[in-house]
Nanobody, 122 residues
Framework: QVQLVESGGGLVQAGGSLRLSCAASGTIYMIHVMGWYRQAAEQQRELVAQVTAGHSTNYGDSMKGRITISRDRAKNTVDLQMDSLKPEDTAVYYC????????????????WGRGTQVTVSS
């Protein structure tokens, strides 16, 4: 089985920065895509950013220009640097990945972390 464990959430004032980290562990052959989603209260979960095995990145519109995603393939980790945070960035941030769990696997499996709370005060 695979686990995604997030860290780095917390309370920050508007204009401040936070860095989220996610580590994947378990039965992993290859991580194809790894990234972050967020879900604010009473809203749908939305893409924040993701990075592929080839280091191509995709950023959601809501935080584009204020965030940077980076990935360490050797360590199976992904980090999200968030700057110029706004109160509307308050949400639970979830680590997400599409993983091939063995060399014989014919499809990717989708995994989610439990989430880390980010609260931005005004």
């Amino acid at each position: 089985q695979v686990q995604l464990v997030e860290s780095g959430g917390g309370l920050v004032q508007a204009g401040g920065s936070l860095r989220l980290s996610c580590a994947a562990s378990g039965t992993i052959y290859m991580i194809h895509v790894m990234g972050w989603y967020r879900q604010a209260a009473e809203q749908q979960r939305e893409l924040v950013a993701q990075v592929t095995a080839g280091h191509s990145t995709n950023y959601g519109d809501s935080m584009k220009g204020r965030i940077t995603i980076s990935r360490d393939r050797a360590k199976n980790t992904v980090d999200l640097q968030m700057d110029s945070l706004k109160p509307e960035d308050t949400a639970v941030y979830y680590c997400h990945a599409f993983i091939r769990t063995s060399d014989q696997a014919t499809r990717l499996q989708e995994f989610w972390g439990r989430g880390t709370q980010v609260t931005v005060s005004s």
